[in-house]
């Protein structure tokens, strides 16, 4: 399992193989009654575009690491699992994605609130639609939903950054893991 993650990591085109397949999967589930030719060029666009954005993000990573994409691919393993290179010159490169990781999770922090508001916001006016419409189940559903996703969100974010925080602060002190 741990070298099909790490092909995923790594590949741009494993990860769109593995779109399409889903994509494809999950239309053949949902629209059964359309033609299997559409379907595919449904998955092939949406993989396409996917794959291009996927792209665009690794391209950022790798030019605000300053290496390759296989590397970043292990240095942002690293980050995950807590991980500190003993090569200088490694640790330098982790602090870079680290850091740039951890300006974008600022500045869109500070939009954070507005969106959860927002969320929260059609959630209680779904919920108030429901009620008003007799339909309070799915509405409450909904809401519940809704608020668990904002909780999953708020604690990702405080995970990642905390991990970050975790990797800069060791990568940044060449002298204490080598």
Same mark, same amino acid.
């Given at each position: 399992? %741990?070298?099909?993650?790490? /092909?995923? +990591?790594?590949?741009?085109? &494993?990860?769109?193989?593995?779109i399409?397949?889903?994509g494809?999967?999950? &239309?053949?589930?949902f $629209?059964? +009654?359309?033609?299997p030719?559409? /379907?595919?060029v449904?998955?092939?666009?949406c #993989?396409?575009?996917?794959? *291009?954005?996927l792209a665009?993000?690794? $391209?950022?990573?790798?030019?605000? *690491?300053? #290496?390759?994409?296989? #590397?970043?691919?292990?240095?942002? $393993?690293?980050?995950?699992?807590?991980?500190?290179?003993?090569?200088p010159?490694?640790? &330098? *490169?982790?602090r870079?994605?680290? +850091? +740039?990781?951890?300006? =974008?999770?600022? =500045? #869109?922090g500070r !939009?954070?609130?507005? =969106?959860? *508001?927002?969320?929260?916001?059609? &959630?209680?006016?779904?919920?108030v639609?429901?009620?008003?419409?007799?339909?309070?189940?799915?509405?409450?559903?909904?809401?519940?939903?809704t608020?668990?996703?904002? !909780? !999953?969100?708020? !604690?990702?974010?405080?995970?990642?950054? $905390?991990?970050?925080?975790t990797?800069? %602060?060791?990568a940044?002190?060449?002298?204490?893991?080598?």
């Amino acid at each position: 399992m %741990s070298a099909v993650k790490r /092909r995923l +990591d790594r590949s741009l085109r &494993a990860q769109a193989g593995v779109i399409f397949l889903l994509g494809v999967g999950v &239309a053949a589930l949902f $629209r059964r +009654d359309g033609h299997p030719v559409i /379907r595919i060029v449904h998955g092939a666009f949406c #993989t396409g575009v996917t794959a *291009a954005v996927l792209a665009g993000r690794r $391209r950022r990573a790798v030019r605000a *690491a300053g #290496t390759d994409a296989g #590397t970043v691919a292990d240095l942002h $393993r690293g980050i995950r699992r807590g991980e500190v290179p003993r090569d200088p010159e490694e640790r &330098a *490169a982790m602090r870079r994605p680290a +850091d +740039d990781r951890l300006d =974008r999770l600022r =500045r #869109t922090g500070r !939009w954070l609130p507005y =969106r959860l *508001a927002l969320m929260g916001l059609v &959630a209680a006016g779904l919920l108030v639609l429901g009620v008003v419409d007799g339909s309070v189940v799915p509405s409450a559903a909904f809401s519940v939903g809704t608020l668990g996703f904002c !909780w !999953w969100v708020l !604690w990702m974010r405080r995970r990642s950054m $905390r991990r970050l925080r975790t990797a800069r %602060s060791a990568a940044g002190s060449p002298g204490e893991h080598g």
